[in-house]
């Protein structure tokens, strides 16, 4: 039976969604600590996050930036 759920309560509509979430959410966890994939200190991750952000909040800066007026002139 599927439940609706309160949006202040959970992020999800009903609570299938929210037990489909918690199990693909698990599933990946488990998948990346059994990886054999070299691991990312804390710090050199968290460098490279914020170097994405601050390239994202720059492109994004710049292209809602408003355009500059050609000339003075109101034509």
Known sequence: MTVRLDPLV?????DDQARHYDAWF???VR?????????IPHDEAMAQVDARLAEKTAARASYLAPEKPLSGRII
């Open 10 to 14: 959970s992020e999800f509509e009903t």
């Open 31 to 39: 998948e990346a600590m059994t990886s054999a994939r070299p691991r």
């Open 26 to 28: 698990r599933a990946k």
